[in-house]
């Protein structure tokens, strides 16, 4: 039997009238393969259409990402420069403590000196009004602390003795008891 093309345009032609014909053909003449295409072209379309739309999300948060990671280098660089400020000024802060301290040791110091001069030239005036004679100028000694004013006298009767003297520019009823 030859088949000739005028046949197989007739074929064809009976083909498109009978469509069920064709899809018992197809599953004649194709594999079942090849039938299965279709459907896996169509899941593979599917696919891919979740995969574009997964790696436009993707992108989306990376830029958010990036975008958060910029704010955030920002933020350190403002953060290390108010760090920076804060050091100086900390700097600048220890060292007018410093001198401040030595203003307020050298103020004591005056403070202080001034009481004690005071409290000798007092304590001198007093005793020779009650009688003591002053045998030599009065000095502090450092002992055990510091004692302010150390005067050697002779007592009316004649026999030596000595003023011990703390001078305080506040006197409190503690300082009284020591």
Known sequence: MVFTVADFREWVHVLYDH???REELRRLVLTDELLELPDIVREL????????????????RVEELAAAQRRTEQQVKELAAAQRRTEQRVEELAA???????????LQRAFGATIEEEAAGVVE??????GYRVLQPAYSLALDGEIDVVLPLEDPSGE???AVVEAKARLSRRDVHQ
């Open 160 to 162: 030596q003795v000595w």
């Open 125 to 130: 005036v007093v005793l020779r009004r009650k």
């Open 19 to 21: 469509p069920e014909w």
């Open 96 to 106: 007018a403590q410093g001198r401040l301290g030595s203003a307020v040791g050298e």
């Open 45 to 60: 379309a599917e696919a891919q259409r979740e995969l574009a739309a997964a790696q436009r999300r993707t992108e989306q």
